[in-house]
């Protein structure tokens, strides 16, 4: 008699998978046929002390087996038939990353991307990484999948990490939830268990506007503690001057400063138009900024510089001596664009024991959105600051540049006049 045709992938009949128990007391379904995705027939088994438990065993034999052969597995599976809810999330991880790799390569996401998984779940091995930094693979590899796949304890963790360091739990959250939906189609969940976890909030935690007296200080600390860092003081003041983002800020050029060696002109025009990216082991300027996809229109801007913050780059300029007009602000001693981890670094090392320990670069985005946005009551001149496309129209003024070409410049000069420090010395020593 010949056997019923099955489906690829699906159940078999209900009728065959009745659990029987055996005279030792132990309940088995034994070589229940069924088919593959690839088409093939196989069979699986299982056995549990209860038929409940002997029907779970059974099912993730076959989530295995259905995929055996299939180009899931085969290509690109990397082992995912073979994860079980008591191996290490390590393991997760490590297949969630090479998945991200393939697809990098295939040119289905951006280096960047990729670069950014890599950070939020490896420990960094150069010169620069930091041992105690708060990585996926040290907070929750060691524990098994399903231990973390429950939505109140990833809940429960990333709530947590929000409330210290928001930046680094909105990538532990992409994460999570890229190897979740992994795991749930490899067939250890019925449903992702990241689904019901909100994301955190990216404004949570430390990342807040400073005061004009914590201004003041990190002005302070600053000009006194970095060292060898020259390009610091600058570079921080670039960043309170604007609300740039720091990778947009070492990627100026000083190209992208109009202005600088007319003294005439009480105020400087920025082009906001890239940003330091890693790729492929190197650190190379990105001719968009962070918010531009691929393919699609570069959202550059221009923004005026405020009277104080154009005096503090003609010294800079005057201090670096000759550049090209294509190379960067901020170079290393070594002569090389200054890495945003290098920057992270020398504030971190300026700043430790202050009482403005806590300060990021990020604080100072901050600052200058809530600064523009108290001082004139419209928070779209502070989107328009930024960069946002929802204030692109507002707070603007024509600037020409020496192509004889017209650009709109967001013209907040006049605001962020107060927030130059109490201090601002003439020269930059």
Same mark, same amino acid.
Do not use: C
């Given at each position: 008699m010949a056997q019923e045709a099955l489906e690829p992938g699906a159940l078999p009949p209900p009728t065959k998978l009745n659990p029987v128990k055996g005279a030792d007391g132990i309940w088995r379904l034994d070589r229940i046929r069924h088919r593959a995705f690839n088409g093939s027939y196989v069979r699986s088994s299982g056995s549990g002390r209860t038929r409940k438990e002997c029907l779970a065993d059974w099912e993730q034999a076959f989530e295995r087996n259905r995929r055996k052969g299939s180009a899931s597995t085969v290509n690109g599976g990397g082992g995912l038939q073979s994860?079980?809810? $008591?191996?290490?999330? $390590?393991?997760?991880?490590?297949?969630?990353?090479?998945?991200?790799?393939?697809? +990098? +390569?295939?040119?289905?996401?951006?280096?960047?991307? =990729?670069?950014?998984?890599?950070?939020? &779940?490896?420990? *960094?091995?150069?010169?620069? +990484?930091?041992?105690? +930094? !708060?990585?996926? !693979?040290?907070?929750?590899? *060691?524990?098994? &999948?399903?231990?973390v796949g429950k939505p109140a304890y990833l809940a429960d963790y990333l709530e947590g990490m929000a409330? /210290?360091?928001?930046? &680094?739990a909105g990538h532990h959250y992409t994460v999570l939830s890229g190897t979740f939906k992994m795991l749930t189609l490899a067939g250890l969940f019925d449903y992702s268990p990241m689904l019901p976890v909100p994301r955190p909030m990216s404004g949570g935690g430390k990342q807040r506007a400073l005061t004009a007296q914590e201004r003041d200080e990190l002005y302070r600390?600053?000009?006194?503690?970095?060292?060898?860092?020259?390009? =610091? #003081?600058?570079?921080? =003041? #670039?960043?309170l001057g604007t609300g740039m983002r720091p990778g947009e800020a070492l990627a100026v050029r000083w190209c992208d400063v109009a202005g600088l060696d007319d003294e005439s002109l009480a105020n400087a025009t920025l082009h906001v138009c890239g940003t330091m990216v890693a790729r492929k082991g190197s650190y190379v300027r990105q001719p968009y900024r962070k918010s531009a996809k691929k393919g699609k229109v570069a959202n550059d801007f221009y923004v005026m510089l405020p009277k104080w913050l154009t005096g503090v =780059?003609?010294?800079?300029?005057?201090?670096?001596?000759?550049?090209p007009a294509d190379g960067e602000l901020f170079l290393s001693l070594q002569g090389r664009v200054v890495r945003l981890s290098t920057a992270d670094t020398a504030l971190l090392e300026a700043r430790k024991g202050t009482s403005?320990?806590?300060? /990021?670069?990020?604080? #100072?985005?901050?600052?200058?959105?809530?600064?523009v946005t108290g001082k004139t009551g419209d928070p779209t001149r502070a989107s328009a600051q930024l960069?946002? $496309?929802?204030?692109? $129209?507002?707070?603007?003024?024509?600037? !020409?540049?020496?192509?004889?070409?017209?650009?709109?410049?967001?013209?907040?000069?006049?605001?962020?006049?107060?927030?130059?420090?109490?201090n601002l010395g003439a020269k930059l020593e």
């Open positions: 994860l079980k809810l $008591s191996d290490k999330m $390590s393991k997760a991880f490590d297949l969630y990353y090479t998945q991200q790799e393939k697809k +990098a +390569a295939a040119e289905k996401i951006t280096e960047q991307s =990729l670069t950014t998984y890599h950070r939020a &779940i490896y420990v *960094g091995d150069g010169q620069n +990484a930091k041992a105690d +930094a !708060i990585k996926l !693979i040290k907070t929750l590899g *060691g524990l098994s &999948i399903g231990e409330e /210290q360091w928001p930046g &680094i600390v600053v000009v006194t503690r970095q060292g060898r860092a020259k390009y =610091l #003081l600058p570079l921080v =003041l #670039l960043l =780059l003609r010294d800079w300029k005057q201090q670096v001596g000759d550049a403005v320990h806590w300060v /990021q670069f990020g604080n #100072l985005r901050d600052t200058v959105a809530t600064h960069g946002h $496309s929802e204030g692109a $129209s507002v707070a603007t003024r024509h600037y !020409i540049d020496e192509a004889g070409y017209t650009h709109p410049a967001v013209d907040n000069a006049d605001v962020l006049e107060s927030l130059a420090p109490t």
